[in-house]
Protein backbone atom coordinates (compact mmCIF):
# COMPACT_ATOMS: atom_id res chain seq x y z
CA UNK A 1 0.00 0.00 0.00
CA UNK A 2 1.69 3.69 -0.91
CA UNK A 3 0.00 7.09 -0.42
CA UNK A 4 0.89 10.33 -1.77
CA UNK A 5 0.03 13.41 0.74
CA UNK A 6 0.41 16.33 -2.13
CA UNK A 7 0.39 20.27 -1.09
CA UNK A 8 0.51 19.81 2.29
CA UNK A 9 3.13 22.70 4.56
CA UNK A 10 5.00 19.92 6.06
CA UNK A 11 6.03 20.62 10.22
CA UNK A 12 8.86 19.14 12.12
CA UNK A 13 10.29 20.42 15.48
CA UNK A 14 13.35 21.67 12.88
CA UNK A 15 11.18 23.47 10.24
CA UNK A 16 8.25 23.91 7.81
CA UNK A 17 8.56 23.57 4.03
CA UNK A 18 6.40 22.73 1.57
CA UNK A 19 6.60 19.03 0.16
CA UNK A 20 4.81 15.84 -0.83
CA UNK A 21 5.09 13.16 1.64
CA UNK A 22 5.68 9.93 0.24
CA UNK A 23 4.27 6.57 2.42
CA UNK A 24 5.03 2.87 1.50
CA UNK A 25 3.98 0.59 3.52
CA UNK A 26 4.38 1.50 7.14
CA UNK A 27 6.85 3.68 6.35
CA UNK A 28 8.08 7.44 4.89
CA UNK A 29 9.72 6.37 2.05
CA UNK A 30 10.19 9.62 0.44
CA UNK A 31 9.69 13.72 0.57
CA UNK A 32 9.99 15.35 -2.23
CA UNK A 33 8.95 18.87 -3.76
CA UNK A 34 5.43 19.84 -4.33
CA UNK A 35 3.85 18.77 -8.05
CA UNK A 36 5.67 15.34 -7.57
CA UNK A 37 4.43 12.46 -10.06
CA UNK A 38 5.17 9.46 -7.88
CA UNK A 39 2.22 6.90 -8.82
CA UNK A 40 0.29 5.60 -5.49
CA UNK A 41 -2.66 3.48 -4.55
CA UNK A 42 -4.00 6.21 -2.66
CA UNK A 43 -3.29 10.28 -3.00
CA UNK A 44 -4.66 12.84 -0.50
CA UNK A 45 -4.64 16.38 -1.13
CA UNK A 46 -3.23 18.32 1.89
CA UNK A 47 -3.39 21.51 0.27
CA UNK A 48 -4.16 24.74 2.62
CA UNK A 49 -3.07 22.36 5.66
CA UNK A 50 -0.32 21.12 8.07
CA UNK A 51 1.22 17.80 7.60
CA UNK A 52 3.20 16.87 11.02
CA UNK A 53 4.47 13.65 13.32
CA UNK A 54 1.76 12.00 15.00
CA UNK A 55 1.28 13.26 18.68
CA UNK A 56 3.33 11.56 21.25
CA UNK A 57 1.72 11.25 24.75
CA UNK A 58 4.15 9.62 27.17
CA UNK A 59 1.47 10.05 30.13
CA UNK A 60 -1.83 7.97 30.51
CA UNK A 61 -3.65 5.97 32.78
CA UNK A 62 -6.22 3.48 30.96
CA UNK A 63 -7.70 1.19 33.34
CA UNK A 64 -5.75 2.53 36.29
CA UNK A 65 -7.06 0.84 39.80
CA UNK A 66 -7.39 4.11 41.97
CA UNK A 67 -8.91 5.26 44.94
CA UNK A 68 -11.28 1.80 45.15
CA UNK A 69 -12.43 1.72 41.37
CA UNK A 70 -10.66 2.37 38.10
CA UNK A 71 -10.11 4.87 35.44
CA UNK A 72 -12.79 4.79 33.31
CA UNK A 73 -11.14 4.21 29.87
CA UNK A 74 -9.77 0.80 28.47
CA UNK A 75 -6.59 0.68 26.09
CA UNK A 76 -9.37 0.21 23.46
CA UNK A 77 -11.26 3.38 24.04
CA UNK A 78 -8.74 5.57 25.39
CA UNK A 79 -6.08 5.23 22.19
CA UNK A 80 -9.20 5.04 19.64
CA UNK A 81 -10.22 8.76 21.45
CA UNK A 82 -6.36 9.66 21.27
CA UNK A 83 -6.37 8.36 17.34
CA UNK A 84 -9.41 10.97 17.02
CA UNK A 85 -7.31 13.80 18.78
CA UNK A 86 -4.00 12.75 16.21
CA UNK A 87 -1.91 11.04 19.26
CA UNK A 88 -0.53 8.20 17.12
CA UNK A 89 1.52 6.75 20.49
CA UNK A 90 0.83 6.83 24.07
CA UNK A 91 3.30 5.22 26.82
CA UNK A 92 1.29 4.40 29.64
CA UNK A 93 2.03 3.40 33.41
CA UNK A 94 2.50 -0.24 34.41
CA UNK A 95 1.95 -0.52 37.90
CA UNK A 96 4.18 -2.78 40.54
CA UNK A 97 1.69 -2.88 43.15
CA UNK A 98 3.14 -3.58 46.61
CA UNK A 99 4.79 -7.19 47.43
CA UNK A 100 4.70 -8.31 44.03
CA UNK A 101 8.01 -8.35 41.29
CA UNK A 102 8.76 -5.21 38.97
CA UNK A 103 8.06 -7.17 35.92
CA UNK A 104 4.51 -8.74 37.12
CA UNK A 105 3.30 -5.36 36.84
CA UNK A 106 5.04 -5.15 33.42
CA UNK A 107 3.40 -8.48 31.90
CA UNK A 108 0.02 -7.39 34.02
CA UNK A 109 -0.52 -4.29 32.04
CA UNK A 110 0.79 -5.69 29.05
CA UNK A 111 -1.75 -8.36 29.06
CA UNK A 112 -4.38 -5.44 29.46
CA UNK A 113 -2.91 -3.99 26.54
CA UNK A 114 -2.37 -6.69 24.11
CA UNK A 115 -4.96 -7.00 21.11
CA UNK A 116 -6.96 -3.97 22.22
CA UNK A 117 -4.94 -0.87 20.77
CA UNK A 118 -5.68 1.40 18.18
CA UNK A 119 -2.29 3.25 18.30
CA UNK A 120 1.22 2.28 19.14
CA UNK A 121 2.24 2.21 22.80
CA UNK A 122 4.41 1.80 24.97
CA UNK A 123 4.72 1.33 28.89
CA UNK A 124 6.99 3.11 31.77
CA UNK A 125 6.87 1.06 35.24
CA UNK A 126 5.37 2.73 38.42
CA UNK A 127 8.13 1.27 40.76
CA UNK A 128 6.13 1.40 44.18
CA UNK A 129 8.13 -1.73 46.25
CA UNK A 130 11.93 -0.43 46.39
CA UNK A 131 13.84 -3.64 47.09
CA UNK A 132 17.18 -5.64 46.08
CA UNK A 133 14.80 -8.12 43.93
CA UNK A 134 12.99 -5.22 41.70
CA UNK A 135 16.20 -2.91 41.71
CA UNK A 136 17.75 -5.88 39.95
CA UNK A 137 13.98 -6.27 37.82
CA UNK A 138 15.16 -2.49 36.36
CA UNK A 139 17.20 -4.08 34.03
CA UNK A 140 14.93 -6.89 32.95
CA UNK A 141 12.46 -4.13 32.43
CA UNK A 142 14.78 -2.13 30.26
CA UNK A 143 15.74 -5.46 28.01
CA UNK A 144 11.80 -5.53 27.47
CA UNK A 145 11.91 -1.40 26.51
CA UNK A 146 10.77 -0.02 29.34
CA UNK A 147 13.53 2.25 30.11
CA UNK A 148 11.36 4.91 32.63
CA UNK A 149 10.39 4.09 35.90
CA UNK A 150 7.84 6.73 38.17
CA UNK A 151 8.31 7.01 41.32
CA UNK A 152 5.56 9.69 43.84
CA UNK A 153 6.55 11.61 46.68
CA UNK A 154 2.65 12.17 47.28
CA UNK A 155 0.23 9.40 48.10
CA UNK A 156 1.74 7.67 51.36
CA UNK A 157 0.42 4.21 51.90
CA UNK A 158 -0.39 3.87 48.18
CA UNK A 159 2.40 4.38 45.61
CA UNK A 160 4.43 6.47 47.94
CA UNK A 161 8.34 5.98 48.67
CA UNK A 162 10.99 7.30 50.91
CA UNK A 163 13.78 9.28 50.03
CA UNK A 164 15.88 6.73 50.83
CA UNK A 165 13.68 4.34 48.36
CA UNK A 166 13.90 7.16 45.61
CA UNK A 167 17.45 7.54 46.51
CA UNK A 168 18.13 3.81 45.89
CA UNK A 169 16.18 3.76 42.74
CA UNK A 170 18.26 6.86 41.17
CA UNK A 171 21.57 5.33 41.90
CA UNK A 172 20.42 2.39 40.02
CA UNK A 173 19.55 4.74 37.11
CA UNK A 174 22.86 6.27 37.19
CA UNK A 175 24.41 2.92 36.40
CA UNK A 176 21.92 1.22 33.84
CA UNK A 177 20.35 4.83 32.30
CA UNK A 178 16.91 4.74 32.98
CA UNK A 179 15.17 8.04 33.65
CA UNK A 180 13.49 8.47 36.93
CA UNK A 181 10.10 10.34 36.29
CA UNK A 182 8.56 11.71 39.45
CA UNK A 183 5.38 12.62 41.12
CA UNK A 184 6.98 15.64 43.08
CA UNK A 185 4.45 16.69 45.48
CA UNK A 186 5.68 16.01 49.47
CA UNK A 187 2.41 13.30 50.03
CA UNK A 188 3.23 13.69 54.00
CA UNK A 189 2.75 17.13 54.35
CA UNK A 190 -0.16 17.24 51.75
CA UNK A 191 -2.05 14.18 54.68
CA UNK A 192 -1.64 16.68 57.49
CA UNK A 193 -3.38 19.61 55.58
CA UNK A 194 -6.17 16.90 54.71
CA UNK A 195 -6.54 15.69 57.66
CA UNK A 196 -6.85 19.20 59.02
CA UNK A 197 -9.55 20.51 56.65
CA UNK A 198 -11.51 17.90 57.03
CA UNK A 199 -11.92 18.22 60.90
CA UNK A 200 -12.92 22.08 60.05
CA UNK A 201 -15.85 20.35 58.04
CA UNK A 202 -14.30 20.88 54.85
CA UNK A 203 -15.39 18.48 52.84
CA UNK A 204 -16.01 19.97 49.30
CA UNK A 205 -13.57 19.44 46.18
CA UNK A 206 -12.26 22.93 46.16
CA UNK A 207 -10.62 21.74 49.10
CA UNK A 208 -8.46 19.33 47.31
CA UNK A 209 -7.05 22.66 45.81
CA UNK A 210 -6.59 24.34 49.00
CA UNK A 211 -4.49 21.57 51.22
CA UNK A 212 -2.16 20.77 47.90
CA UNK A 213 -0.12 23.47 48.37
CA UNK A 214 2.00 24.78 45.34
CA UNK A 215 4.95 25.07 47.70
CA UNK A 216 5.08 21.74 48.56
CA UNK A 217 5.23 20.79 45.06
CA UNK A 218 8.19 23.30 44.91
CA UNK A 219 9.41 21.48 47.95
CA UNK A 220 9.21 18.03 46.49
CA UNK A 221 10.67 19.35 42.49
CA UNK A 222 13.77 20.55 44.67
CA UNK A 223 14.16 17.38 46.62
CA UNK A 224 13.67 15.34 43.51
CA UNK A 225 16.11 17.30 41.95
CA UNK A 226 18.91 17.20 44.82
CA UNK A 227 18.88 13.07 45.15
CA UNK A 228 18.54 12.88 41.31
CA UNK A 229 22.00 15.02 41.17
CA UNK A 230 23.60 13.37 44.20
CA UNK A 231 22.85 9.58 42.37
CA UNK A 232 23.66 11.30 39.15
CA UNK A 233 20.73 10.14 37.67
CA UNK A 234 18.38 11.80 34.33
CA UNK A 235 15.48 13.10 36.13
CA UNK A 236 11.40 13.63 34.71
CA UNK A 237 9.52 15.38 36.53
CA UNK A 238 5.78 14.85 35.50
CA UNK A 239 2.16 17.19 35.80
CA UNK A 240 4.45 20.50 36.71
CA UNK A 241 1.75 22.76 37.62
CA UNK A 242 3.18 25.06 40.25
CA UNK A 243 5.77 28.00 39.48
CA UNK A 244 7.62 26.98 42.32
CA UNK A 245 8.62 23.75 40.80
CA UNK A 246 9.84 25.14 37.14
CA UNK A 247 11.50 27.54 38.78
CA UNK A 248 13.00 24.36 40.65
CA UNK A 249 13.57 23.12 37.22
CA UNK A 250 15.34 26.28 35.82
CA UNK A 251 17.28 26.79 37.49
CA UNK A 252 19.09 22.46 37.25
CA UNK A 253 19.10 22.88 33.71
CA UNK A 254 20.68 26.13 33.87
CA UNK A 255 23.28 24.17 36.03
CA UNK A 256 23.70 21.72 33.15
CA UNK A 257 21.62 18.45 34.91
CA UNK A 258 20.00 16.06 33.29
CA UNK A 259 16.80 17.60 34.29
CA UNK A 260 13.59 17.78 31.92
CA UNK A 261 9.55 18.54 32.73
CA UNK A 262 5.91 18.23 31.56
CA UNK A 263 3.02 19.53 31.80
CA UNK A 264 -0.46 19.49 30.97
CA UNK A 265 -2.86 20.77 28.96
CA UNK A 266 -5.41 21.00 32.20
CA UNK A 267 -2.68 23.03 34.33
CA UNK A 268 -1.94 25.36 31.31
CA UNK A 269 -6.07 26.27 30.37
CA UNK A 270 -8.18 25.32 33.69
CA UNK A 271 -7.44 26.81 37.57
CA UNK A 272 -8.58 26.53 40.69
CA UNK A 273 -12.06 28.29 40.08
CA UNK A 274 -13.31 24.98 38.24
CA UNK A 275 -12.90 23.20 42.07
CA UNK A 276 -15.29 25.68 43.04
CA UNK A 277 -19.42 25.77 42.53
CA UNK A 278 -20.08 22.51 45.36
CA UNK A 279 -19.76 19.29 44.15
CA UNK A 280 -19.50 19.68 40.34
CA UNK A 281 -15.75 20.48 41.26
CA UNK A 282 -15.18 17.18 41.56
CA UNK A 283 -14.60 16.82 38.00
CA UNK A 284 -11.47 18.89 38.22
CA UNK A 285 -10.17 16.88 41.19
CA UNK A 286 -6.61 15.80 40.02
CA UNK A 287 -2.89 15.57 41.32
CA UNK A 288 -1.10 17.96 41.81
CA UNK A 289 -4.32 20.21 41.65
CA UNK A 290 -5.29 23.18 39.08
CA UNK A 291 -3.76 26.48 40.43
CA UNK A 292 -4.57 29.77 41.49
CA UNK A 293 -4.92 31.87 38.37
CA UNK A 294 -3.75 34.92 40.39
CA UNK A 295 -0.36 33.49 41.34
CA UNK A 296 0.97 33.55 38.01
CA UNK A 297 1.07 29.53 37.05
CA UNK A 298 -0.53 29.08 34.11
CA UNK A 299 1.34 32.37 32.57
CA UNK A 300 4.21 30.74 33.75
CA UNK A 301 4.02 27.46 32.52
CA UNK A 302 3.24 28.76 29.06
CA UNK A 303 6.35 30.69 29.43
CA UNK A 304 8.00 28.00 30.57
CA UNK A 305 7.40 25.72 27.49
CA UNK A 306 8.52 28.61 24.93
CA UNK A 307 12.08 28.97 26.65
CA UNK A 308 12.01 25.15 26.57
CA UNK A 309 12.43 25.15 31.02
CA UNK A 310 9.35 22.52 29.82
CA UNK A 311 10.19 20.27 27.14
CA UNK A 312 6.94 17.86 26.90
CA UNK A 313 2.90 18.21 27.19
CA UNK A 314 1.37 15.16 28.16
CA UNK A 315 -2.20 14.60 29.57
CA UNK A 316 -2.16 12.50 32.55
CA UNK A 317 -5.11 11.18 31.09
CA UNK A 318 -7.00 9.22 33.58
CA UNK A 319 -10.80 9.58 33.52
CA UNK A 320 -13.38 8.69 35.97
CA UNK A 321 -17.04 9.27 35.29
CA UNK A 322 -19.56 11.57 37.20
CA UNK A 323 -22.63 10.48 37.27
CA UNK A 324 -22.72 6.63 38.43
CA UNK A 325 -21.79 4.32 35.68
CA UNK A 326 -23.71 0.84 35.06
CA UNK A 327 -20.66 -0.96 34.63
CA UNK A 328 -17.83 1.24 36.72
CA UNK A 329 -20.59 2.21 39.34
CA UNK A 330 -19.51 5.62 41.56
CA UNK A 331 -15.95 7.43 40.36
CA UNK A 332 -15.97 10.92 41.74
CA UNK A 333 -19.06 10.69 43.34
CA UNK A 334 -17.12 8.64 45.60
CA UNK A 335 -15.77 11.43 47.73
CA UNK A 336 -19.17 13.25 48.18
CA UNK A 337 -18.60 14.62 51.52
CA UNK A 338 -14.66 14.10 51.66
CA UNK A 339 -12.59 15.17 49.00
CA UNK A 340 -9.87 13.09 49.66
CA UNK A 341 -11.63 9.92 48.28
CA UNK A 342 -12.26 11.91 45.09
CA UNK A 343 -10.49 9.42 42.45
CA UNK A 344 -7.71 11.53 41.27
CA UNK A 345 -7.39 12.48 37.72
CA UNK A 346 -8.99 14.02 34.56
CA UNK A 347 -10.01 12.95 31.02
CA UNK A 348 -7.38 14.76 28.17
CA UNK A 349 -5.91 12.24 25.67
CA UNK A 350 -8.37 12.92 22.80
CA UNK A 351 -7.58 17.00 23.33
CA UNK A 352 -4.04 17.44 24.17
CA UNK A 353 -2.79 18.18 19.92
CA UNK A 354 -6.11 20.61 19.66
CA UNK A 355 -5.29 22.07 22.63
CA UNK A 356 -1.64 23.53 22.84
CA UNK A 357 -2.13 24.15 19.11
CA UNK A 358 -5.21 26.49 19.78
CA UNK A 359 -3.01 28.20 22.60
CA UNK A 360 0.05 28.55 20.55
CA UNK A 361 -1.21 30.23 17.67
CA UNK A 362 -4.52 32.27 19.61
CA UNK A 363 -2.28 33.88 21.99
CA UNK A 364 0.92 33.70 20.20
CA UNK A 365 2.33 31.43 22.41
CA UNK A 366 4.34 28.80 20.57
CA UNK A 367 5.82 28.90 17.33
CA UNK A 368 4.38 25.68 15.19
CA UNK A 369 7.54 23.96 15.16
CA UNK A 370 7.51 24.04 19.01
CA UNK A 371 4.36 23.14 19.01
CA UNK A 372 5.43 19.92 17.35
CA UNK A 373 8.37 19.73 19.24
CA UNK A 374 6.47 19.81 22.70
CA UNK A 375 3.51 17.48 21.83
CA UNK A 376 5.59 14.67 19.69
CA UNK A 377 9.46 15.14 19.01
CA UNK A 378 11.04 15.53 22.76
CA UNK A 379 8.54 13.02 24.09
CA UNK A 380 9.85 10.64 21.34
CA UNK A 381 13.61 11.72 22.20
CA UNK A 382 13.22 11.73 26.32
CA UNK A 383 11.64 8.46 25.79
CA UNK A 384 13.77 6.18 23.40
CA UNK A 385 11.32 6.55 20.23
CA UNK A 386 13.56 8.91 17.56
CA UNK A 387 13.69 9.06 14.90
CA UNK A 388 10.96 5.85 14.56
CA UNK A 389 8.42 8.31 16.15
CA UNK A 390 8.58 12.20 16.60
CA UNK A 391 9.54 13.50 13.19
CA UNK A 392 8.45 13.15 9.46
CA UNK A 393 11.84 11.40 8.10
CA UNK A 394 12.61 8.97 5.18
CA UNK A 395 12.47 5.68 7.41
CA UNK A 396 10.54 6.80 10.49
CA UNK A 397 7.18 5.17 11.18
CA UNK A 398 4.01 6.70 8.80
CA UNK A 399 2.24 8.14 12.02
CA UNK A 400 1.17 10.90 10.34
CA UNK A 401 -1.79 13.76 11.21
CA UNK A 402 -3.09 16.26 8.75
CA UNK A 403 -4.26 19.26 10.77
CA UNK A 404 -6.65 21.84 9.43
CA UNK A 405 -5.68 25.08 10.38
CA UNK A 406 -9.30 26.46 9.24
CA UNK A 407 -11.27 23.95 11.06
CA UNK A 408 -13.35 25.25 13.66
CA UNK A 409 -14.67 23.14 16.59
CA UNK A 410 -16.71 22.78 20.17
CA UNK A 411 -15.04 20.43 22.63
CA UNK A 412 -18.25 18.60 24.50
CA UNK A 413 -19.07 15.47 26.20
CA UNK A 414 -21.77 14.72 23.69
CA UNK A 415 -19.14 14.72 20.87
CA UNK A 416 -15.99 13.51 22.36
CA UNK A 417 -14.73 9.65 21.92
CA UNK A 418 -13.09 9.28 25.58
CA UNK A 419 -15.20 6.90 28.02
CA UNK A 420 -16.34 9.80 30.22
CA UNK A 421 -19.69 11.44 30.92
CA UNK A 422 -18.28 14.91 30.61
CA UNK A 423 -15.52 17.11 29.51
CA UNK A 424 -12.98 19.74 31.44
CA UNK A 425 -13.37 21.74 28.73
CA UNK A 426 -17.51 21.79 27.53
CA UNK A 427 -18.11 24.43 25.00
CA UNK A 428 -14.58 25.65 24.44
CA UNK A 429 -14.56 27.10 20.96
CA UNK A 430 -10.99 25.28 19.05
CA UNK A 431 -8.99 26.88 16.68
CA UNK A 432 -7.81 24.43 14.27
CA UNK A 433 -8.70 20.42 14.14
CA UNK A 434 -7.45 17.56 13.19
CA UNK A 435 -7.97 16.25 9.89
CA UNK A 436 -6.51 12.83 8.94
CA UNK A 437 -4.57 10.24 10.87
CA UNK A 438 -2.22 7.72 9.47
CA UNK A 439 -0.85 5.22 11.86
CA UNK A 440 1.93 3.58 10.56
CA UNK A 441 0.76 4.21 7.15
CA UNK A 442 -2.71 3.12 7.59
CA UNK A 443 -5.30 6.05 7.14
CA UNK A 444 -6.95 5.15 10.48
CA UNK A 445 -9.31 8.52 10.99
CA UNK A 446 -10.40 10.70 7.61
CA UNK A 447 -12.64 13.29 8.59
CA UNK A 448 -15.74 12.11 10.51
CA UNK A 449 -14.63 8.55 10.41
CA UNK A 450 -12.74 5.94 12.01
CA UNK A 451 -11.15 3.51 9.95
CA UNK A 452 -8.98 2.00 12.46
CA UNK A 453 -9.57 -1.68 14.28
CA UNK A 454 -8.62 -2.64 18.14
CA UNK A 455 -5.30 -4.44 17.97
CA UNK A 456 -3.70 -2.02 15.08
CA UNK A 457 -1.55 -0.74 17.37
CA UNK A 458 1.78 -2.49 18.31
CA UNK A 459 4.31 -2.22 21.53
CA UNK A 460 7.21 -0.50 21.24
CA UNK A 461 10.24 -1.55 22.72
CA UNK A 462 11.93 1.73 23.52
CA UNK A 463 15.71 2.77 23.81
CA UNK A 464 17.22 4.62 26.55
CA UNK A 465 16.68 8.70 26.69
CA UNK A 466 18.15 10.11 23.82
CA UNK A 467 18.11 13.62 24.85
CA UNK A 468 20.80 13.92 27.74
CA UNK A 469 23.12 16.74 28.55
N1 LIG B 1 -2.53 12.11 39.44
C1 LIG B 1 -3.78 12.03 39.00
O1 LIG B 1 -4.46 13.06 38.94
N2 LIG B 1 -4.28 10.84 38.62
C2 LIG B 1 -3.52 9.65 38.61
C3 LIG B 1 -2.31 9.68 39.38
C4 LIG B 1 -1.76 11.01 39.60
O2 LIG B 1 -0.62 11.16 39.97
ZN1 LIG C 1 1.39 11.52 39.24
ZN1 LIG D 1 -0.17 10.19 36.15
Redesign the pocket.
Known amino acids: MSTLIKNGLVITHAGSFEADVLIEGEKVSALGARGSNWVTDEVIDAIGKYVVPGGIDVHT?ME?P?GGTFASDSFETGTRAAAWGGTTTIIDFAVQSKGSGLMEGWEAWMGKAEGKCAIDYGFHLILSDVNDQSLKEMDIAIGEGVSSFKMFMAYPGVFYSTDGEIFRAMQKAAENGATVMM?AENGIAIDVLIAQALERGETDPIYHGIVRKSILEGEATHRAIKLAELAGSPLYIVHLSALEALAEVTNARDEGLNVFAETCPQYLFLDLDDLGNGFEGAKFV??PPLRDRAEGHQEALWSGLATNDLQVVST?H?PFCFEDHPELGRQKRLGEGDFSKIP??LPGVEHRVELIYHGAVTEERLSLERWVEVCSTTPARLFGLFPRKGTIAVGADADIVIFDPKRKHVLSAATHHMRTDYSCYEGMQIAGGVDSVFSRGRLIIAGDEYHGSKGDGKYLKRELNQHLV
Open positions: HLFHCSDCNG
